[in-house]
């Protein structure tokens, strides 16, 4: 476990960049076998992509900085040096749902649709992309005597949080549990009812997992003396939650009508 694969000179390539890279090309080529027969043509995600990258960036460092302004209120132009530390994938998520529906809008395509094919694209990358942060010793978990606990490398957050001290791998512990909401959503997407529910369920899902998972996390950024990502993550389940139900009710009523129930 080291943050750096190998240097050429000054240049060194890290392993965390390595794979949030190839947690994007996965995520891509998944959407795309997900998007085979429908109007989004590879051609079309490939540019979406593009555009969702930058953004994402964006999106993962606002609410980053938003959430923790008093280590930048000082020195505000540290923000802009988001290669030193500090993204957070629930704004790069935020930030291209927006994006999206802005988009998609535009080009006369179903936001809704889009969003179901992306999905699961996007909770693999988030798995990938954990693993990357397992290496770089970010997103680390708290002190533990259990037989799993880690050391992180010196020179890591994690290191530099908690020194020697056994850590609870709290990222490997979300990449599990998004492969395991990968395998639903992908259930989901081929038994769906309505347009939207899978990214729905994504946001159910994974809403509820990252709530249970800063039990676990000590780097968490704070709203007043809440853990950040757990309120965002509980009012984000509640409202996808509502909206999943909302939709449910013409597809009761269709069955309903139709004698199928």
């Known amino acids: ?54 953004t994402g960036l964006l999106g993962a460092r606002i609410w980053e900085v938003v ?14 040096l988001f290669w030193q530390g500090g993204l957070s994938i629930q704004g790069a998520v935020a930030a291209n749902v927006v994006l999206a529906w802005w988009y998609f809008r535009r080009k006369g395509l179903s936001f ?11 909770i693999l990358g988030q798995a990938i992309g954990r693993f990357g942060c397992f290496f770089n010793g970010d997103a680390y978990g708290k002190p533990t005597d259990a037989w799993y606990g880690v050391v992180y490398q010196p020179g890591t957050p994690a290191f530099q949080a908690w020194g020697t001290t056994p850590l ?47 039990f676990f996390r000590t780097d968490s950024l ?16 509640l409202v996808t939650a509502l909206l999943w139900l909302w939709q449910r009710r013409p597809v009761r009523k269709e069955r309903l009508v139709g004698g199928r129930i």
């Open 112 to 122: 809704r649709r889009f969003a179901d094919i992306a999905a699961p694209g996007l």
């Open 67 to 80: 959430f923790s302004w008093s280590d930048y209120a000082a020195t505000p132009l540290r923000a802009l």
């Open 168 to 214: 609870v791998p709290a990222e490997l512990m979300e990449a599990g549990l998004d492969l395991v909401i990968l395998a639903i959503l992908l259930r989901v997407f081929h038994r769906k009812e309505f347009e939207g529910q899978v990214v729905l369920a994504y946001f159910i899902l994974y809403s509820l997992a990252r709530f249970g998972l800063e």
């Open 222 to 237: 704070m709203i007043g003396g809440f853990k950040a990502a757990q309120v965002t993550a509980l009012v984000t389940a």
């Open 1 to 54: 476990m080291h943050p750096i694969l190998f240097s050429i000179g000054d240049f060194q390539i890290h392993i965390w960049g390595l794979l949030v890279a190839s947690g994007i090309f996965a995520g891509l080529w998944l959407a795309d076998k997900l998007a085979h027969g429908s109007e989004f043509a590879t051609c079309i995600l490939q540019e979406y992509v593009l555009y969702g990258i930058f």
